[in-house]
């Protein structure tokens, strides 16, 4: 006798030699629940895959369209950067040949200055001997 509470061990029988394709066709709706699932899996991989593959082409058309306004705007850019570049060499040369003008006029002025104060002193000279000469008109 077993004591109490003790299980008796039961051994299995012999496992049946079943295949895979036995356990899978002997039961139909197993089969055709297995065929929806797959069908309902296969019908959103495709949704996914249309919604996505529309997105991702339209990110990768906004991608294009924005390196091509970048490069427009790039070539925009260096080319304002080379016309001002261009007018700060016409403006230099400009102003250099104002300074240079300037400078000779200042030159031209300064010689002229010169000239004013010697005709003047003579003049003064001159002036001083008529008055020595005529005597004091007092």
């Given amino acids: ?11 299995p029988g012999p496992l ?5 394709w036995q356990v899978i066709l002997g ?22 895959r249309r919604r996505y593959a529309r997105f991702f082409r339209i990110q ?15 070539a ?3 080319s304002t950067a080379q016309l001002i570049t261009q007018q700060y060499g016409v403006i230099n040369a400009h102003n250099q040949q104002i300074a240079a ?10 010689e002229t200055l010169a000239g004013i104060n010697t005709m003047n002193q ?12 005529s005597g004091p008109a007092a």
Avoid: Y
């Fill in 122 to 133: 003579s003049l003064a000279r001159i002036a001083d001997r008529l008055d020595r000469i």
């Fill in 27 to 48: 039961d139909p709706s197993f089969v055709a629940v297995n065929l929806v699932a797959f069908a309902i899996l296969v019908t959103v991989l495709l949704i996914i």
């Fill in 60 to 74: 990768r058309e906004s991608l294009d369209h924005r390196k091509t306004a970048d490069a427009q705007a790039l």
């Fill in 101 to 110: 003008r300037a400078e000779e006029a200042l030159r031209i002025s300064s």
């Fill in 1 to 11: 006798m077993m004591p109490f509470g003790a299980a008796q061990a039961q051994v």
């Fill in 76 to 78: 925009q850019s260096e």
């Fill in 16 to 20: 049946p030699d079943l295949s895979l």
